[in-house]
């Protein structure tokens, strides 16, 4: 029985100290159009996009882009397009 924790632990120091290079991450597609309707909502020029155009855009029902943009952002579409998650004060919104 002592072997086997001695294996186990001896297994687990491997692992640990495999090198994180050989981790590639792949960045999620959701995520990456979910920063292109942020974007839009930023840019935001003569004629803001509605929550079903984002959505569409980002292949998204539109209450699944607007839990997953919050969840992403910390703020709902709405808060951010009304300057909550904007950094220039009354950007296109007022």
Do not use: K
Not at 40 to 64: N, T, V, Y
Request: glycine share 8%; proline share 9%.
């Amino acid at each position: 029985m002592a072997r086997n924790g001695r294996a186990a632990r001896a297994l687990q120091g491997l692992t640990a100290a495999a090198p994180s290079r050989y981790l590639i991450p792949v960045p999620d597609p959701a995520f990456r159009r979910l920063c292109r309707a942020r974007d839009q909502l930023r840019d935001c020029g003569e004629r803001a996009p509605s929550i079903d155009e984002l959505a569409r855009e980002a292949g998204l029902s539109p209450f699944h882009f607007i839990r997953r943009f919050h969840a992403l952002f910390g703020v709902t579409p709405h808060q951010y397009r009304i300057g909550a998650g904007s950094t220039v004060p009354g950007s296109c919104w007022r």
